[in-house]
């Protein structure tokens, strides 16, 4: 069983940066995927970015591309988002989610995910 731990949400300006942590612990994270999603209030759940665990294959949203970058650090069994360029409407509670990479490889990256940590909010002020 993988446990996720979020940090590194906090209140910025616009324009503005943060590195977000994803930390995992309970079993190495060989084999899977990682994911960023974010939720606003009254709006749904929605896909960020991903990256697979062994090989560092990335994909990310239309959305954020050019502003978000995902990364991990396997020795530190910890995934990252830098999120930059900051906007009113990023504001929302970030979450990371693991899932093992799918035996085919096709669209590793979607949903279903079946292990969350518990969030981190960013807000951001105009």
């Known amino acids: 069983q993988v446990q996720l731990e979020e940090s590194g949400g906090g209140l910025v300006q616009a324009g503005g940066s943060l590195r977000l942590s994803c930390a995992a612990s309970?079993?190495?994270?060989?084999?899977?995927?990682i994911g960023w999603f974010r939720q606003a209030p009254g709006k749904e759940r929605e896909f960020i970015a991903a990256?697979?665990?062994?090989?560092?294959?990335?994909f990310y949203a239309d959305s954020v591309k050019g502003r978000f970058t995902i990364s991990r650090d396997s020795a530190k069994n910890t995934a990252y988002l830098q999120v930059n360029s900051l906007k009113p409407e990023d504001t929302a509670i970030y979450y990371c989610?693991?899932?093992?990479?799918?035996?085919?490889?096709?669209?590793?990256?979607?949903?279903?995910?079946?292990?969350w940590g518990q969030g981190t909010q960013v807000t951001v002020s105009s």
């Open positions: 989610a693991g899932r093992l990479y799918p035996p085919r490889g096709t669209n590793w990256y979607l949903p279903p995910y079946d292990y």
């Open positions: 309970g079993r190495s994270l060989y084999n899977n995927v």
């Open positions: 990256i697979t665990w062994n090989s560092g294959m990335i």
